[in-house]
Structures are given as structure tokens and as C-alpha cells.
């Protein structure tokens, strides 16, 4: 494996280093190398445990050390974790043991700003390594860089700690890199079980997972906005750049704010969508739109001023949405768009040899009925889906433009 030092990590961190974090043209220039460097190949997909995912925390924690955050991990930047795996589908995996098991390390670096309130920044580090468990890909043994998922939400909270460094604000700033959470959240689990600052004093927290990916639309996904009743007006005031956002309630979801949420804190994760690159070799720095996470950043960076202000937010319970999530046996062979707000489920990418593509459906079409179901969201198409087993016929009902199309599936 690869011999490391501090020192070789700090010089690949150099482009970033010269940087001052103040304009748009910089922190283009400092996404790309915190992209490019965390979803290289020699990282091997960071997946928890290994020799990539140590690169990967020692390079975080470099970077928060030049930007001049104070280590609040357990030993400097690092907060160290130990799991021992489920040996059978009946158990859980146990986050915190001592003895055996995989460990993992989180990264924290912390801005002090005297407050009696802080306010948590993070996004996961970790990816799938070379595939196995979770991954979606079905040919030869490769890499999974993960340059999406999660290498641009780390890299967004690398540049908004450097952004916030500079400014006096009312609250104190925790910045957090997990990992482990692609294996069930076990960074941020851990963390908020064990964590560096009092959670009582915690103000909310923002989660980065999957921001790399703006569309042409420039829609972006904020969850959580029922965690407090701030945050509907606060996402408006701070939009400035006619990002269209597409907002969902719940706390609960299959990211790290989660474990935040069930903390009784209120919580927002920031998500571009998902795509057909999703968890396999082809999610790499080459596909990332740059430009788009600038964006992204300078609308955190608004955020966190509009809520500057604020006394201490809210908490509100949100209703628990994945307990009703329908079960299915079949799949039509899709990627949703999950950005999408209009009628129906528009399809944002399709598999090969699957049933929409035997039936001949694109990316870009939107399934309006499936059976004798009509689809009318996300929900109503999972439960449409949910009613149909292996060797079940419908007919699929689908937009592609303003044209009405319909074919046979078999599914």
C-alpha cells in the first residue's frame, strides 16, 4: 500500500492552499483539486478501513489545519471509530465497539467563535472501494472513486470552512467529515453518540451528500425543511442564483443528517440527484459540474448569513415517510429523476436489457400510467410498481415531449 506523510499531503493540497477562498474563479480552481485528489484512482474508493480512506481523512485534516480550524476530533482532526460487522442478516452492525472490527475515521476541525451556539457542516468521505456490498455495477472487479457521492460535499465544506473563517459571525462552526456512512451511517452515528461539542448547543445542522451533479435546470434538493419552521423562508431569502429547489419534509433519509435528526436537531441535506453513475466505476471528477458546485457554495454561504441572525432554531418532528415506502419484487429498469416536480415520474436515465428499455423508453420520458395505475409522483409510481411480480404484462403510459406514448412491459 502507499507510504504517507503529513508533509506529502499538505503539498497535495498546494492549489488549494494558495487560494483565499473569496472568489468564485478560486474556489472553482480549489473544487476541482479536492475533487480530483479524493476521487483519484490511488485512493482505491475510500472505502472504510483501508489505505485510501486514511489518505483521504489525512488530506481533510490538512486542509482544515491550513485554513485554520482547531482540531475537535478525539486525537487532533480525528475522531476514530470501531465497528464490529453482523455476522448474519438478523443482526446490526455495532458502531463504537472496542476489540475487533473495521475502524473508520471521522475528520473534524472547529471555528471558534466564542458563541454559546454551534452550528455542524458535513458530508461523508467514505465510498464503496472496489464495488462490492451497495454497488450497482455488474461487470469485472473495479474502482469506485465516488467523485459525486461523496468527494463533492466533502470538498464543499472544505471551501465554506474557508469561507466562514473569514467572517465574524454569531455562532461557533463544527465542520465534520464522516466515514462509514455508505455502510449505514456509522461515522455520523458514532459522532452523534460521542460527540466533540455539547449537542445541546448544536443550532442545526447541514448535510452535503451528492452535490455535484447541478442539471440545467439548476434544481437542487433540500430535505429536512420540516425539521424547523425557519427554513422555508430562510432557502427562499438566501436564493439568489434562480436555483429552482425541490423540498421535501422529513428528517429521515439515507444520508447523514439522520443521525443528526433522531438528536432532535433540526437538519437540511443539500442533493443534485441521482444518475445513472450512481454507485459505479463511472462516477469520476471528469463528470462533475464544477461550475454548478460554485453555485452551490456562494448559496450555502448566503444560508448560513440569513440564519446568522436568528436565535437559536426550532425543532419540529417530521412524519416518518420510509415506513409507508411500498415494497416491490420487479424493477422497471430506471434511474427516477428525484428533482423532478412536474406530473408523473420523468426517468432519468435506463439499464440495459431491462424492461423500459425492451419497450423502448428513454431518459427524458415521463410515466404518466403504469397499468391501471396513473402516475402522478414518485410515490404513486413506487406503488404502482409495488402491485406487479417476475412475469406480470402491463401497459406503460409516458410523455416524451408534448407527444402521448404508451407500450407494452414485461417485467
Same mark, same amino acid.
Given at each position: 500500500?502507499?507510504? $504517507?506523510?503529513?508533509?506529502? =499531503? ?49 488530506? =481533510? ?5 491550513? /485554513? ?5 476530533? $478525539? ?19 455495532? %458502531? ?14 472547529? /471555528? ?81 453518540? @460521542? ?15 451528492? %452535490?455535484?451533479?447541478?442539471?440545467? #435546470? @439548476?434544481?437542487?434538493?433540500? @430535505? ?57 466505476? $463511472? ?63 420523468? =426517468?432519468?436515465?435506463? $439499464? #440495459? ?14 410515466? %404518466? ?6 402516475? %402522478? ?25 408534448? #407527444? ?8
Amino acid at each position: 500500500m502507499y507510504k $504517507t506523510s503529513f508533509l506529502l =499531503i499538505i503539498l497535495a493540497v498546494f492549489f488549494t492552499a494558495c487560494t483565499d477562498f473569496t472568489t468564485d474563479k478560486e474556489i472553482l480552481a480549489s473544487l476541482k483539486a479536492d475533487v480530483g485528489y479524493l476521487a483519484d484512482d490511488k485512493l482505491e474508493g475510500r472505502a472504510i478501513g483501508t489505505e485510501g480512506e486514511k489518505l483521504a481523512a489525512e488530506y =481533510i485534516a490538512a486542509a482544515f489545519e491550513r /485554513i485554520g480550524l482547531v482540531p475537535k476530533g $478525539t486525537e487532533g482532526y480525528f475522531q476514530p471509530f470501531t465497528v464490529k460487522k453482523a455476522t448474519n442478516p438478523h443482526e446490526q452492525a455495532v %458502531v463504537g465497539t472496542d476489540g475487533e472490527g473495521v475502524t473508520g475515521r471521522n475528520v473534524a476541525g472547529y /471555528i471558534d467563535n466564542g458563541a454559546s451556539s454551534t452550528v455542524v457542516i458535513g458530508a461523508h468521505f467514505d465510498h464503496l472501494g472496489y464495488g462490492s456490498e451497495g454497488s450497482l455495477h455488474r461487470g469485472e472487479r473495479a474502482i469506485h472513486n465516488g467523485a459525486d457521492d461523496n468527494a463533492s460535499g466533502t470538498a464543499t465544506i472544505i471551501q465554506l470552512a474557508g469561507l466562514l473563517k473569514e467572517k465574524s459571525d454569531n455562532f461557533n462552526y463544527l465542520f465534520l467529515a464522516f466515514s462509514g456512512e455508505e455502510n449505514g451511517l456509522w461515522g455520523s452515528n458514532y459522532f452523534s453518540k @460521542n460527540a466533540t461539542v455539547d449537542l445541546a448547543t448544536v443550532n442545526y445542522m447541514i448535510n452535503l451528500d451528492m %452535490v455535484g451533479r447541478l442539471n440545467d #435546470e @439548476n434544481t437542487l434538493a433540500v @430535505n429536512g425543511v420540516g425539521t424547523s419552521p425557519v427554513w422555508t423562508d430562510k432557502l427562499n431569502a438566501a436564493n439568489a442564483d434562480s436555483l429552482k429547489l425541490v423540498t421535501s419534509e422529513s428528517g429521515v433519509g439515507p444520508s447523514d443528517h439522520t443521525s443528526f435528526y433522531l438528536q432532535d436537531l433540526p437538519v437540511l441535506h443539500m442533493f443534485t440527484g441521482q444518475h445513472s453513475d450512481y454507485h459505479r466505476p $463511472t462516477d469520476d471528477a471528469d463528470k462533475i459540474n464544477y461550475e454548478g458546485m460554485v453555485t452551490i457554495v456562494r448559496f450555502l454561504e448566503r444560508l448560513v448569513e440569513e440564519l446568522d441572525s436568528e436565535e437559536k432554531l426550532a425543532f419540529t418532528k417530521t412524519k416518518e415517510e420510509s415506513g409507508n415506502s411500498p415494497r416491490f419484487s420487479v424493477s422497471l429498469g430506471v434511474v427516477p429523476d428525484y428533482l423532478f416536480d412536474g406530473k408523473g415520474m420523468r =426517468i432519468d436515465g435506463v $439499464t #440495459e436489457g431491462k424492461p423500459a428499455q425492451s419497450a423502448g423508453l428513454a431518459k427524458g420520458d415521463v410515466v %404518466v400510467k403504469l397499468g391501471d395505475s396513473t402516475i %402522478v409522483d414518485m410515490m404513486s409510481y413506487m406503488r404502482a410498481l409495488s402491485s406487479f411480480k417476475s412475469g406480470d404484462q402491463a401497459v406503460v403510459e409516458y410523455k416524451r415531449g408534448e #407527444e402521448l406514448k404508451a407500450a407494452q412491459i414485461k417485467f
